[in-house]
């Protein structure tokens, strides 16, 4: 009796370890494809941002941990410097407008979320210390991303670069933790993006027309037709003319329907063959995340 | 009384299973400090019968709190993992692994701030002081596939 219920013991044992599995490994799923982030310097109006953080050696200290703490995370960042030596300083000079100077470098560098750094320095009777100042958005819509504002703890040194380090590292993993939180919401809620529609000088038709027998103007059209195309509907019209429609903020699928990253460039070519088939020719503009249809 | 006995056995081994305070996550966690970059110093309130079953609970519940909450007042104030119930259900070979013991690797440090004493309601409890590596522990989570890496 004792041998058999020994044996059905025995029996069970070997049969839970036959089917008892380690955990499987975690399956690594394809890389989505990245945002590319550059970390700039906090420029005013009338200032060149390149001047500003080669002059200020907190700044650069601010703007390099910032950068640390993304390559701790394992995310490489677009370089400010290297990028800024491609837009030519004369041709700025010559255009009299050193603010458009940040807009260009920002355009030039395909970066699509750039994050602005600021340092400034406190000095009281209490002791001195730095505020750093980090903000993203994205390049595109403007949305912003993240903000925080870190102090350095008060002391009595003139040892700046050592305070804008502790102002810079109060704050980066939070900064880091916020971005995430947003990414995350992208994954979940669709890629942003905007689109302006506008019409070439030699178009017959504005968005007040109306389209065939469909009784409906084409703005009317446009707009049922990013209903069915965005992700969850999600559109938000700026404003609409006769000439104009500005989509200020619109959601696409993060992937299709095959698991393939979804590219504003995907959404803008069926944009157009859309219009295609309603009888319209377009050409279209793809800035990042921002597209431009026009229609001929 | 013989006929009763096995329903008292059953009744007492139903209501002791039952009674199972080392899954308690409580919020008891506070921030006190980042001593260096990447690491958190918490105090974690932990119950138990005995006192090393009670520094496991509180140990435990500073990991719980870093993981699906967030400690405010430190870098870490948003969760690592927003979603608890989707996230301890997904990846339960990990978690029950981890809260068994598989968090000690990531503990820098655990040591009493309080006795092992009763509280209020007579259920005892102690304080411990917990320093976390939230950097490693962050980078075994992506690894491990339970969370993604920076980015989208």
């Known amino acids: 009796m004792f041998r058999k219920h020994l044996f059905a013991l025995l029996f069970l044992g070997l049969v839970y370890n036959a089917f008892a599995q380690d955990p499987k490994p975690a399956t690594e799923t394809p890389r989505s494809i990245q945002p590319s982030i550059m970390v700039i310097p906090f420029a005013k109006e009338n200032q060149d941002m390149r001047k500003v953080l080669e002059n200020d050696i907190n700044l650069r200290v601010a703007v390099t941990k910032v950068k640390e703490g993304f390559d701790k995370r394992g995310f490489s960042t677009v370089d400010f410097v290297a990028k800024s030596k491609l837009v030519n300083n004369d041709k700025a000079m010559e255009m009299n407008n050193l603010s458009s100077l940040k807009q260009q470098i920002i355009e030039l560098s395909g970066a699509d979320i750039y994050v602005e750094t600021e340092a400034n320095v406190n000095r009281t009777d209490g002791g001195n210390s730095i505020t750093v100042i980090v903000t993203a958005y994205d390049a595109f819509s403007g949305l912003s991303l993240a903000n925080k504002v870190g102090n350095s703890p008060k002391f009595y040194t003139d040892n700046f670069e050592k305070l804008a380090e502790k102002a810079a590292e109060s704050i980066i993993e939070d900064f880091l933790n916020t971005m995430q939180s947003k990414f995350d919401e992208i994954v979940k809620n669709g890629r942003i993006a905007a689109l302006n529609i506008t019409f070439s000088e030699n178009a017959t038709t504005d968005m007040d027309t109306e389209v065939g027998d469909t009784g409906k103007m084409f703005s009317e059209l446009m707009e049922k037709w990013l209903e069915e195309n965005t992700f969850k509907g999600y559109f938000h019209l700026q404003g609409v003319t006769a000439t104009k429609m500005i989509v200020d903020e619109l959601r696409l699928p993060f992937q299709d329907a095959n698991g393939n990253n979804y590219r504003p460039t995907k959404f803008a070519a069926e944009l157009r063959n859309y219009l295609k088939k309603m009888g319209f020719e377009s050409t279209r503009d793809v800035q990042g995340s921002k597209i431009f249809i026009t229609i001929n | ?152």
């Open chain 2, 1 to 152: 009384m013989k006929s009763y006995l096995p329903i008292l056995f059953s009744l007492t081994i139903l209501l002791a299973t039952a009674c199972n305070s080392a899954r308690t996550i409580s919020g008891e966690v506070n921030f006190i400090s980042a001593p260096e970059p990447g690491t958190v110093l918490v105090s974690a309130g932990g119950y138990g019968p005995t006192k090393p079953q009670a520094i496991s609970n509180a140990e435990a519940n500073a990991f719980s709190t870093l993981i699906f909450k967030g400690i405010p007042g430190s870098q870490q104030q948003l969760p690592m993992l927003p979603d608890e119930a989707t996230s301890r259900k997904q990846h339960s070979a990990y978690f029950d692994q981890f809260f068994k013991g598989g968090y000690k690797p990531f503990m820098m440090l655990s040591e009493a701030q309080s006795a092992y004493a009763a509280g209020r309601k007579g259920r005892k409890n102690i304080t411990q002081r917990v320093k976390i590596n939230v950097d490693a522990l962050r980078r075994d989570l992506e690894t491990n596939g339970i969370t993604r890496k920076f980015g989208l």
